[in-house]
Every structure is written in structure tokens, then in C-alpha cells.
Nanobody, 120 residues
């Protein structure tokens, strides 16, 4: 009922930048909190950043000051601008969103993930 499509991952050198995008489509009446999680090899998935429909943001301590989460409500799109990337940021990044559908159901959806590799 809702699809999240991510883009923007890739290989970048330490200190570099990447911008991830995630667009939601489907029977969406309203997009609520959206955000990003990541999972590094051998580790559990962890929260990176979230943003409410009112654009209130929350960040993991490890990315504060380096990552910026933003959104375009009209496009049901969320962005993650990642600056000053470090090797420890290497992970698969997953988009997450909470939606109210036209049939009044609530839905928590995930994207397929995009790989970010920070290496020289």
C-alpha cells in the first residue's frame, strides 16, 4: 500500500558528503514521522535521524552536527544530508515512515535500503 524508494548511496572518501533521498508513494492520506536508520555489518539496526511532519528533528549522538534530516511534505520525500563522513558511518541506510492511509489505517513502512561506504 505504501512504497518507499531510496536513492543516493554510494562510495565516498572520509570527510566527504552524500545526500540520501526517500520518496513515499501509495494510498497516503498523511505522512507522519519519517526518518533514517542504518545497519552496519554484524551490528543491529540503529536510529540515525527522524523528522516529524512539523519538521521537528531528532538525531543519534554519533551524527549530530554532521547529518541533516529534512523533508518536503508535498512530495512525501525525506532527505538525509551527510557531511564529514567517517568510515564508521559505513552501513546500509533504511528509510522509515509512518503514514495514515486513505482507508484510515496506520502503516509503518520501510525502504529497501541503500548502501553507504566510506573508505579511502
Amino acid at each position: 500500500q505504501v512504497q518507499l524508494v531510496e536513492s543516493g548511496g554510494g562510495l565516498v572518501q572520509p570527510g566527504g558528503s552524500l545526500r540520501l533521498s526517500c520518496t513515499a508513494s501509495g494510498s497516503i492520506f498523511r505522512s507522519n514521522t519519517m526518518g533514517w536508520y542504518r545497519q552496519a555489518p554484524g551490528k543491529e539496526r540503529e536510529l540515525v535521524a527522524t523528522i516529524t511532519s512539523g519538521r521537528n528533528t531528532n538525531y543519534a549522538d554519533s551524527v549530530k552536527g554532521r547529518f541533516t534530516n529534512s523533508r518536503d511534505n508535498a512530495k512525501n520525500t525525506v532527505y538525509l544530508q551527510m557531511n564529514s563522513l567517517k568510515p564508521e558511518d559505513t552501513a546500509v541506510y533504511y528509510c522509515n515512515g509512518r503514514f495514515r492511509l486513505y482507508n484510515s489505517n496506520a502503516l509503518d513502512a520501510w525502504g529497501q535500503g541503500t548502501l553507504v561506504t566510506v573508505s579511502s
